[in-house]
T-cell receptor, first 111, second 116 residues
Framework: LAKTTQPISMDSYEGQEVNITCSHN???????ITWYQQFPSQGPRFIIQ???TKVTNEVASLFIPADRKSSTLSLPRVSLSDTAVYYC????????????FGAGTRLFVKA | DTAVSQTPKYLVTQMGNDKSIKCEQN?????MYWYKQDSKKFLKIMFS???????INETVPNRFSPKSPDKAHLNLHINSLELGDSAVYFC???????????????FGPGTRLTVL
């Protein structure tokens, strides 16, 4: 099962671009990479998902190199409301569906 | 409309008691999950059901028993509660059974369980 590693925390200022990198060295061929956002006292919320190269939606971009052993979530021009925990996870289908959440990255956006 | 709902939101109880947490999803999804999030914020999957059938049963004490009366509901019953069971329990659902592009999970608001 792919295990993910992320920085424990990051600080940023409003209006800056934030890049959070996740390592998943043992990612399997069929695995997708998904990022979730969690605010205090709420359940995680889907942000973006990708398999390779680059994916962009209205919230973020996801960059995945050719070897897929890492991925980078890019949040453009963060605001105070982006302060949250961001989880990188790899969907694994070995022996049934298993979602392995890492420890997450606590992003703190300052004014 | 709440997509994934859980009741109760807070649950405070004594050690040794038996309690249940209910979860319902109105998204028409086939797969539902229970996760436990401890004080260090690690989110760990406990169970997964696909069309009322158990497909994942992680290493959790057998005091925890999931029940899925239909594919829109997945309840969690906990017997003989212990102090270490204190955590936030999240229910989630997804359309497909894992490993595919459309397996985005939708989480409920969580149930904060405190065992005294």
């Amino acid at each position: 099962l792919a295990k993910t590693t992320q920085p424990i925390s990051m600080d940023s200022y409003e209006g800056q671009e934030v890049n959070i990198t996740c390592s998943h060295n043992n990612i399997a061929t069929n695995d997708y990479i998904t990022w979730y956002q969690q605010f205090p006292s709420q359940g995680p919320r889907f942000i973006i998902q990708g398999y390779k190269t680059k994916v962009t939606n209205e919230v973020a971009s996801l960059f995945i190199p050719a070897d897929r052993k890492s991925s980078t979530l890019s949040l453009p021009r963060v605001s105070l409301s982006d302060t949250a925990v961001y989880y990188c996870l790899v969907a694994s289908n070995t022996g049934g569906f298993k979602t392995i959440f890492g420890a997450g990255t606590r992003l703190f956006v300052k004014a | 409309d709440t997509a994934v709902s859980q009741t109760p939101k807070y649950l405070v109880t004594q050690m040794g008691n038996d309690k249940s947490i209910k979860c319902e999803q109105n998204l028409g999804h086939d797969t539902m999950y229970w996760y436990k999030q401890d004080s260090k914020k690690f989110l760990k999957i406990m169970f997964s059901y696909n069309n009322k059938e158990l497909i994942i049963n992680e290493t959790v004490p057998n005091r925890f028993s999931p029940k899925s009366p239909d594919k829109a509901h997945l309840n969690l019953h906990i017997n003989s509660l212990e102090l270490g069971d204190s955590a936030v329990y999240f229910c989630a659902s997804s359309q497909d059974q894992g490993g595919r592009r459309r397996d985005t999970q939708y989480f409920g608001p969580g149930t904060r369980l405190t065992v005294l």
